[in-house]
């Protein structure tokens, strides 16, 4: 929750707002504290220090933790009488996989053990023992001395919902929650060094699987360890701290929830990007090492001469940011959801970026997670950033405008709510409304809003924001209007409950059949149940026609149940049949009846084996 609060700010309480989010749509699955960890550390207060008996460089201290004075042996150096410091009492796991035990250490038992702000996941170093500043009381949980409180929501979002597959989406929906503004990053870029069509270039070969690819450059950067509230901010999502650079990007991507690729440009041959389709049985081997066989519809994103990256899914080894990187490319862009689904299915290989953009991202967010990313490289590894920003855009998206119908609305929902009150609603999420009368809203969805298209969908949008607690219960009124009996369907039922009078057992089989069944009937050539219509994608050969009889799949269910040593079968099957037609018309579908009978007419008894009907 401290990351959502740079966004919005929150007033009510974390249980008040899982449950306000479920409500709206978001289901809180469950809630954790990502410091939990720590439960079993708590302030000690150290009595006296004296010299290890058999150590030169450790010590044994007296600490009072609150339910008495304890033994610890520290290595540390730092520490002094009277110093308020963290205890890890025995039992307690910390971050590193270390549980505390007693010990015993060169013969001193050790009943915990003192802690330093990186022992304890505060840091991503330190120089001894945290030293606590205060006036804390012994025993106190380091939680509550350190103000150590972040709640993680597990969020279950369907799949049409990936605009909120990132910070700034969840703070959106919870802007009409708490009823606070949107807070955006406030992005600042210095001037550049220079033009960037010097830097590189960028070449899209396949528009229908990219539809944009931007990039920015920046020279001279320091790649190393990230600052602590970057690196801590990863961790807090289960992503690990690779390097400032590469972090920027993660840290981009759940920020914005758009997927970013950071290049060392001097591997780049060319200084070129080029975004084609894969050569078929082309090789690339992926950052996790594998080599991967490509499919001729796959992406790839290539330097001047060979592939550098898999689009939208992983990068490769040969461009990948080093410590020795000095100069970055970094790329944003859209691309074909349904091709990096595909593709991502294919090679078994999923990613962040992959199940974003699987969904949809944002194709006019583009350039403002770019710019994002560049600034906060600028900031933690330094550099200097060349001026302006390669961005190809063959074919620019728009969004159309949807007609809301107010009377409509109400009537769906059973509400009786106001054209203002609903463009509020429409208004408070970033829909761009842009006329409203009493009977009729124009509204146009942002692009970062993939799921509206339709009327129905702002509907479900103001059903949600309105509360659907607030929506009042009401039965369904209709009309009853009594209509004659089929005949054709009486027919059928009577038939059907004649035949299972007399013990026979309905069937369904498939409507497709095998070419060959014709001749294992023995059918005329003239035969109008030769007059098969053929499937273009059959599932098997023996299922590639569809069938103008019922008999072949009674004949295989008999076969299939006599292999099961069942030899007393009544069968039937009430279903259509389909005839091929002249000029590729649809065919001709006719409903038929066909049943079998085989082994004895009545069960075997004492007065005999009974005949057999075949």
């Known amino acids: 929750m401290s990351w959502i609060r740079d966004y919005v700010d929150i007033d009510i309480d974390v249980n008040q707002l899982a449950d306000a989010l479920t409500m709206s749509g978001l289901e809180v699955e469950g809630m954790t504290d990502r410091y939990d960890y720590l439960d079993g550390v708590v302030v000690g207060k150290i009595i006296d220090i004296s010299p290890h008996p058999n150590a030169d460089k450790l010590t044994v201290c007296n600490v009072e933790t609150g339910g008495?004075?304890?033994?610890?042996?520290?290595?540390?150096?730092?520490?002094?009488?009277?110093?308020?410091?963290?205890?890890?009492?025995?039992g307690t796991k910390l971050p590193s996989g270390m549980v505390i035990q007693e010990a015993s250490i060169r013969g001193e038992m050790s009943y915990g053990m003192l802690c330093s702000d990186a022992e304890l996941g505060l840091a991503e170093t330190s120089d001894g023992i945290l030293t606590l500043s205060g006036s804390l009381e012994p025993g106190t949980g380091i939680k509550k001395a350190l103000n150590l409180t972040d709640m993680v929501f597990d969020i279950d979002l369907t799949p049409n919902r990936s605009d909120c597959l990132?910070?700034?989406?969840?703070?959106?929906?919870?802007?009409?929650?708490?009823?606070?503004?949107?807070?955006?990053?406030?992005?600042?870029?210095?001037?550049?060094?220079?033009?960037?069509?010097?830097?590189?270039s960028v070449t899209i070969e396949a528009p229908d699987h990219c539809l944009r690819y931007a990039a920015r450059i920046i020279s001279g950067v320091k790649c190393g360890p990230s600052p602590h509230w970057l690196s801590d901010r990863l961790k807090s999502v289960g992503l690990r701290s690779v390097n400032n650079v590469v972090d920027v990007t993660n840290f981009v991507l759940m920020e914005y929830g758009q997927p970013l690729h950071a290049f060392d440009l001097d591997r780049l041959d060319e200084h070129r990007i080029v975004v084609r389709t894969a050569s078929h049985g082309e090789h690339f081997t992926t950052l996790d090492g594998v080599d991967r066989v490509l499919a001729s519809d796959m992406l790839v994103i290539c330097d001047?001469?060979?592939?550098?990256?898999?689009?939208?899914?992983?990068?490769?080894?040969d461009s990948e940011i080093r410590t020795d990187s000095r100069n970055v490319l970094i790329e944003s862009a859209y691309f074909d959801p349904a091709g990096i689904r595909r593709t991502a299915r294919r090679l078994g290989l999923k990613s962040e970026s992959s199940h974003r953009f699987e969904r949809g991202v944002d194709p006019e967010g583009v350039i403002t997670a770019l710019d994002r990313a560049a600034q906060l490289i600028l900031e933690t590894a330094g550099g200097s950033l060349a001026t302006g920003?390669?961005?190809?855009?063959?074919?620019?998206?728009?969004?159309?405008?949807?007609?809301?119908?107010?009377?409509?609305?109400?009537?769906?929902?059973?509400?009786?709510?106001?054209?203002?009150?609903?463009?509020?609603?429409?208004?408070?999420?970033?829909?761009?409304?842009?006329?409203?009368?009493?009977?009729?809203?124009?509204?146009?969805?942002?692009?970062?809003?993939?799921?509206?298209?339709?009327?129905?969908d702002l509907i479900e949008e103001i059903a949600r924001l309105a509360g659907y607690n607030h929506i009042s219960t009401t039965y369904p009124v209709a009309s009853v209007i009594s209509k004659k009996p089929n005949p054709r369907l009486a027919y059928r039922n009577n038939l059907f409950d004649a035949l299972v009078g007399c013990g026979f057992s309905q069937i369904i089989t498939y409507s497709f059949i095998s070419p060959k069944s014709a001749d294992q009937l023995s059918l005329a050539s003239q035969d109008s149940r030769r007059r098969t219509v053929q499937i273009l994608n059959p599932l098997t050969e023996d299922q590639a026609v569809m069938r103008t009889s019922l008999i072949p799949g009674l004949f295989a269910t008999m076969v299939h149940n006599q292999n099961l040593k069942n030899e007393d079968l009544r069968i039937f099957e009430l279903g259509?049949?389909?005839?091929?037609?002249?000029?590729?018309?649809?065919?001709?579908?006719?409903?038929?009846?066909?049943?079998?009978?085989?082994?004895?007419?009545?069960?075997?008894?004492?007065?005999?084996?009974?005949?057999?009907?075949?």
């Open 68 to 90: 008495g004075v304890r033994s610890i042996v520290c290595g540390a150096s730092n520490i002094r009488a009277d110093n308020l410091v963290p205890v890890a009492l025995p």
């Open 389 to 456: 920003v390669i961005d190809e855009y063959p074919r620019p998206c728009t969004q159309e405008v949807i007609q809301l119908s107010v009377p409509e609305a109400n009537r769906l929902l059973g509400t009786e709510l106001s054209s203002q009150q609903m463009s509020g609603y429409l208004a408070s999420i970033e829909l761009d409304v842009r006329d409203c009368n009493d009977d009729r809203i124009e509204v146009i969805p942002p692009t970062f809003r993939v799921d509206l298209e339709r009327p129905v």
């Open 576 to 614: 259509k049949v389909f005839f091929h037609t002249e000029n590729d018309s649809l065919p001709d579908e006719v409903e038929m009846i066909s049943g079998l009978w085989t082994g004895s007419r009545q069960p075997e008894s004492w007065h005999g084996s009974g005949t057999r009907v075949d």
């Open 166 to 200: 990132s910070f700034l989406g969840i703070a959106r929906e919870i802007v009409p929650i708490v009823k606070k503004k949107l807070k955006y990053p406030d992005v600042r870029l210095p001037a550049g060094n220079g033009p960037i069509a010097g830097h590189a």
């Open 304 to 317: 001047g001469t060979k592939p550098v990256a898999l689009g939208g899914i992983m990068g490769g080894l």
